[in-house]
């Protein structure tokens, strides 16, 4: 599985998506910005950043959830 967790980049945001492959996760993190933030456009470099700060975890050996 993959993580983005937002306040790696957005500092107090607490929001994360998490997903099989890094396409979803960056998908659901680009709805995220835009459904809740407000964002109308994502910049590709915004893009890129959300990638550089995905990461892989077990979900099964994760206690947040």
Known sequence: MKRF???TLIPGSTWKA????????VRRAVENMRNLNGETEVRPDMVER???????????????H
């Open 5 to 7: 967790d937002s306040g």
């Open 50 to 64: 959300i990638k550089e700060r995905i990461v892989d975890f077990d979900p099964g050996s994760d206690t947040r």
């Open 18 to 25: 998490e997903a099989e492959s890094e396409a979803e996760v």
